[in-house]
């Protein structure tokens, strides 16, 4: 038997999940999205329908809602959480007693199964028995105990806060693994030069650190755009389908309204809505460089 | 002997394959909502009595069982063998051949000891699909305790009635809101959206399965519903997030003095284990805006044997254990589900362990039921959202209802396009 021959082998196994678990739904799902579905007596039935999913989706206003506010987590996701992120790995980059522990500490979110995160969340966000509530009463912030989760321009922000509660150990990490790469004798030298801490930021951590915040722009983007568990298990989409995001609409549409070819074809608008956005952010990366 | 050993090795994984196979024992899937102790509990004694062990998946939310259950029907329907099934999901499962028929296990005795509402549940285009299990209906239950603190005896019969007595609780520093109710925008808001519109005279749908809830007082118990939290202030605005087990949970740890409730409501309020307000409340019939409605919803459930089960004598078994007379008995004394056997309302030990069976009963004549057809499950979906925007005043009642109305003849005009293609 050749290398070859035996490379192919012992990939195959690893090939035939990955065809099986992710190949074969991706394209099922691009196949189910020209149908129409409909259980029938005993059985499903598909209705081919031509582009007819694709272009309710696109006129659903339902759709667009949803996309706005998942765009509006992910902005908030990018914007804060990534500047938390950057923030707290700077603070973790120095040399202090019992650093260790603390960069362990801030991995506790991103460690947790998420729908552990999400109930905690949930008692947390309680509105009689809340920490939240009491903390806030506590403190002298609030004269009453406020339903966070029952009132639609409210509950919204409670679940990003959540989310960027859960995402920002990932932004810690990314961030503290470029800053270690950036050499000291930079800092010494400009140290030297006289440079601020502020022109020390801007001048070298800043513009060395770009390459990591365009990856973690598009993996937040990405993970974001997808966010399901948190919704699902914090709100169901509510009050009011004020925290219905894409992927919830996408989960209702499959599970609840069972329009499989619907579900599908939401599915690959955002799959084009997100690579579109990638791509401009590779422009403007690449452009900035230049 | 490397050979020699690979053989062993090719020789032992064939035996533990096919031993896989063979003196399996017969085990029997299931799902449930969170309140899943006596189920337990029953399960095992299942096994102990058949030596069939009964595996439960548990769900946040009762309801939510539905999007595992037709999943798994879609896929073959093996992954679940029996599961309750509640009367609205019965047409759209024996439409699509989902529930197994059982009219041979149903005998002629058993048919005349069933409740008429009970079986009617069950019974879609002259088949049955389940066997009763929660034959029940919501009951309005009040703190008495809590009530007599305030200075009041009896319990409000008009919504006028029930909004003063609720701010003097409140204004008394009894409770913080008087009630709570399950508005969260699942089917529970839609049971309660159903009872509070059935008292104030309203309409769901017609004999024809039209809608008719966008029109009159209908719409006037959605406003009632909506002001109730941000005019009158005496529901706890967690409520349009809350399901039932909040709801119960509420009663339970003494937090409102008035509430919705399935089932037997006083067995589980009256259980130490689970209240701290044993005791203190009682049934009265629900508020209507007159006085002379006191409508409520209905809901009965039975347990149903899904069609790709392989141990459909096991299944049955099983069914048969947890809903015939013995089991409803047990179910009714120590959990508080109301059987669906005639006979049991004159059992000594039920009638002793059930307090105030007599008033329940009483309500069970005012019940009006959601629609039964195969529709149900996508109108629901929709319903509940519409209804739970007006609570979220993200839409005016009136608004929310009028595009639940097209919607729902959208609906209902697309399954019949379906069906008779």
């Known amino acids: 038997m050749s290398r070859k021959t035996l490379g192919y082998l012992l990939i195959l196994p690893s090939a035939i999940i990955i065809i099986v678990v992710l190949v074969y739904p991706i394209l099922y799902s691009g196949y189910l999205s020209f149908f129409e579905t409909f259980i029938g007596p005993g059985t499903l039935t598909l209705t081919p329908v031509g582009l007819k999913n694709y272009v309710e989706t696109i006129r659903s206003p339902q759709w667009w809602w949803a996309f706005g506010r998942t765009a509006y987590f992910v902005l908030y996701d990018i914007v804060v959480g990534m500047s938390l992120g950057l923030g707290i790995a700077l603070l973790l980059n120095k040399e202090f007693r019992l650093r260790g522990v603390a960069r362990a500490l801030v991995l506790f979110p991103y460690v947790l199964p998420s729908i552990v995160k999400a109930l905690m969340w949930k008692w947390i966000y309680n509105s009689d028995y809340g920490f939240l509530n009491g903390l806030l009463f506590q403190l002298g912030f609030i004269k009453d105990y406020i339903p966070w989760l029952s009132n639609p321009a409210l509950a919204i922000h409670m679940v990003i806060l959540a989310n960027i509660w859960e995402g920002t150990p990932f932004a810690i990490i990314m961030y503290l693994a470029a800053l270690q790469t950036i050499p000291k004798e930079l800092y010494e030298a400009s140290e030297v030069d006289g440079a601020t801490s502020w022109q020390m930021f801007t001048k070298i951590t800043f513009p060395l650190i770009k390459p990591m915040t365009f990856i973690l722009i598009v993996i937040k983007t990405v993970a974001t755009f997808k966010v399901f568990d948190l919704v699902y298990a914090l709100t169901a989409g509510g009050p009011g389908g004020s925290t219905q995001v894409v992927g919830y609409l996408m989960y209702s549409t499959v599970f609840d309204s069972l329009q499989f070819g619907k579900g599908a074809a939401m599915s690959y608008i955002l799959l084009v809505i997100i690579l579109v956005l990638v791509f401009i952010y590779s422009r403007l990366f690449q452009s900035e460089e230049d | ?421």
């Open chain 2, 1 to 421: 002997m490397k050979k020699f050993l690979v053989s062993i090795l090719v020789a032992i994984f064939s035996l533990a394959v096919l031993s896989f196979g063979f003196g399996q024992e017969v085990e029997l899937n299931t799902i449930s909502g969170p309140d899943v102790d006596f189920l337990l509990k029953r399960a095992q004694q299942f096994q102990d009595k058949t030596g069939v062990r009964v595996n439960i998946t548990v769900v946040p939310y009762g309801r939510d069982q539905n999007i595992k259950l037709m999943s798994s029907f879609l896929a073959g329907g093996s992954q679940y063998d029996v599961y309750v099934i509640d009367c609205v999901e019965v047409p759209q499962y024996a439409e699509a051949g989902w529930a197994l028929p059982i009219d041979e296990y149903v005998t002629p005795e058993m048919k005349k000891d069933l409740l008429p509402f009970a079986a009617d549940g069950m019974i879609y285009k002259g088949h049955w699909y389940g066997l009763p299990w929660a034959s029940e209906w919501k009951s309005f239950l009040y703190n008495a305790a809590m009530l007599e603190k305030a200075g009041y005896k009896d319990p409000p019969k008009t919504w006028t009635q029930f909004v003063n007595i609720s701010k003097k609780l409140q204004n008394s520093g009894i409770v913080k809101y008087a009630t709570a109710w399950s508005w969260a925008g699942k089917e529970c808001l839609i049971c309660d959206f159903v009872a509070v519109a059935a008292s104030f005279g309203g309409q769901f749908f017609d004999e024809a399965q039209n809608p008719l809830f966008n029109k009159g007082a209908s719409v006037k118990a959605l406003q009632w519903m909506a002001d109730s939290i941000y005019k009158e202030k005496i529901t706890n605005p967690a409520s349009i997030m809350w399901t039932e087990t909040d709801v119960n949970k509420a009663m339970e740890a003494g937090d409102i003095a008035f509430g919705l409730r399935w089932g037997l409501p006083l067995v589980p309020l009256n259980d130490p284990s689970r209240s701290k307000t044993v005791g203190q409340w009682k049934i009265g019939l629900m508020p209507s805006v007159d006085g002379k409605k006191p409508y409520t919803v209905s809901g009965p459930m039975g347990w149903a044997i899904s069609f790709g089960t392989k141990h459909k004598k096991e299944a049955m078994d099983f069914i048969f254990f947890m809903a015939d007379e013995k089991g409803a008995k047990l179910a009714a004394i120590e959990q508080g589900v109301v059987p669906g056997w005639a006979s049991l309302y004159k059992d000594p030990d039920l009638v002793k362990a059930v307090p105030q069976l007599d008033t329940m009963l009483e309500q069970g004549k005012f019940v009006v039921n959601r629609p039964r057809v195969p529709w149900y499950h996508d109108f629901s979906t929709m319903f509940a959202v519409e209804i739970n925007s007006a609570l979220a005043q993200q839409k005016t009642p009136q608004q929310a209802l009028n595009d639940a109305y097209q919607k729902t003849l959208q609906i209902k005009k697309d399954y019949e396009a379906r069906s008779k293609k």
